[in-house]
């Protein structure tokens, strides 16, 4: 597999638990069964590129629910975490060329019938990235109405929290 890369780094948006003492620990994904783009047990931070990213990741959670996050308590509704990521490079699972190189149909998230595509197909191509020696995977998120994500391996390096907004102030 050849796989394209793209340069990563600078600020990115985390949705965190406003309960969460470390909304920036990596090892909660690394719990089976794993997520998108990381098998069980390789640590892997999801970012969103942008305000309307992080706000499609939450709006899928209350998806075919007869409430939505506006109902949401802003004290105990989802925080957003300003990140900044150290520069660094990531796997190309965002453009069409990153996509077909990847192993991926350019329809990510979904496949050529429209059906999302499964984490089990993506697990392996995170592993490849992180094997590859790569800080991550560069994606189109999976989300209604998102746009980019960044799956961000921490491995020796840190993410710095910059600043944490209420949902009231994000939303």
């Known amino acids: 597999m050849n796989i394209l890369t793209v340069p990563v780094g600078g600020?990115?948006?985390?949705?965190?638990?406003?309960?969460?003492?470390?909304p920036l620990d990596a090892s909660f994904a690394s719990v089976a069964p794993g997520q998108r783009w990381n098998p069980p047990g390789l640590a892997c931070l999801y970012l969103a590129a942008d305000i309307a990213t992080a706000r499609a990741n939450v709006a899928r959670l209350f998806?075919?629910?007869?409430?939505?996050?506006e109902?949401?308590?802003?004290?105990?509704?989802?925080?957003?975490?300003d990140v900044a990521v150290p520069d660094g490079?990531?796997?190309?699972?965002?453009?069409?060329?990153?996509?077909?190189?990847?192993?991926?149909?350019?329809?990510?998230?979904?496949?050529?019938?429209?059906d999302p595509i499964p984490h089990r197909v993506c697990q392996p191509l995170g592993r490849a990235a992180f094997d590859?020696?790569?800080?991550g995977v560069d994606c189109r998120?999976?989300?209604?109405?998102?746009?980019?994500?960044?799956a961000w391996f921490p491995r020796d390096r840190t993410a710095q929290e910059v600043t944490r907004r209420a949902f009231d102030r994000w939303w």
């Not at 998806?63 to 996050?69: A, F, K, R």
């Not at 590859?132 to 800080?135: E, I, M, N, R, V």
């Open 89 to 114: 490079e990531a796997a190309d699972a965002y453009t069409d060329d990153g996509l077909v190189s990847f192993g991926l149909p350019n329809s990510f998230p979904r496949d050529a019938r429209g």
């Open 141 to 150: 998120s999976a989300a209604d109405g998102g746009v980019r994500e960044l």
């Open 71 to 81: 109902d949401l308590d802003p004290v105990t509704a989802p925080v957003l975490v």
């Open 132 to 135: 590859a020696g790569l800080d």
């Open 11 to 22: 600020s990115y948006h985390r949705v965190a638990d406003p309960d969460w003492s470390d």
């Open 63 to 69: 998806d075919g629910l007869p409430y939505g996050p």
